[in-house]
């Protein structure tokens, strides 16, 4: 299995600041994923995370929103931009290994 | 384009008792898998069973056991002997091959309480 670890685990923010959320794997891996739980609600894919390229965004989200950075193959970040109190949910990274979807424990956002 | 329908969104149980939990998905896909997740209050994303498209027989893991009706394109999730800490949100979810490798498409979710 993999193991995922998510920094913070938890934050309270302001609007119009910015979050930034980090995810570390004990595996190598090729793509990395970002999902968005917002309250009472199922998880829907934010992006998808290449080491050594860009990111690739599913609709409705923007690069300008969410920068995503993947400096190496155990690693990535997500940033939740000029937020407002909409943004408020859970970020969860996900990686794919021997055929299964491994997630972090998430992060949850509150934004007033 | 993928999608996951759960129509149940909450069910309820008594503990050693047996539920099922309903699912229907949509893919042009041939080559997919599908998952059951449990996300206790913790957020934490739990695999509880996976089941691969290209095989017929019904995956099970212990009390977990699944019914897969390909041409239906169902895919139910039955506890059997449930108990206290089966109580939680369960969700349906999708992954398949081609552009969409890795990408999970996940249905509404599913409360289940289970009560003593």
């Known amino acids: 299995s993999a193991v995922i670890s998510q920094k913070p685990s938890r934050d309270i923010c302001q609007r119009g600041t910015s979050l930034t959320i980090q995810c570390q794997v004990d595996s190598q891996v090729t793509m990395m994923f970002w999902y968005r739980q917002q309250p009472g609600q199922s998880l829907t894919l934010i992006a998808t995370?290449?080491?050594?390229?860009?990111?690739?965004?599913e609709s409705g989200f923007v690069i300008d929103k969410f920068p995503i950075s993947r400096p190496n193959l155990t690693f990535s970040t997500l940033t939740v931009s000029n937020m407002s109190p909409e943004d408020s949910s859970i970020y969860l990274c996900?990686?794919?290994?021997?055929?299964?979807?491994?997630f972090g424990p998430g992060t949850r956002l509150t934004v007033l | 384009a993928q999608t996951v329908t759960q129509s149940q969104p909450e069910m309820s149980v008594q503990e050693a008792e047996t539920v099922t939990l309903s699912c229907t998905y949509d893919t042009s896909e041939s080559d997919y898998y599908l998952f059951w997740y449990k996300q206790p209050p913790s957020r934490q994303m739990i695999l509880v069973i996976r089941q691969e498209a290209y095989k017929q027989q019904n995956a099970t893991e212990n009390r977990f056991s699944v019914n897969f009706q390909k041409a239906a394109k169902s895919f139910s999730l039955k506890i059997s002997d449930s108990q206290l800490g089966d109580a939680a949100m369960y969700f349906c979810?999708?992954?398949?091959?081609?552009?969409?490798?890795?990408?999970?498409?996940f249905g509404q979710g599913t409360i289940l309480t289970v009560h003593p």
């Open positions: 979810a999708l992954r398949a091959g081609g552009t969409s490798y890795g990408k999970l498409t």
């Open positions: 996900s990686v794919g290994l021997y055929n299964e979807q491994f």
């Open positions: 995370a290449n080491q050594g390229s860009e990111a690739t965004y």
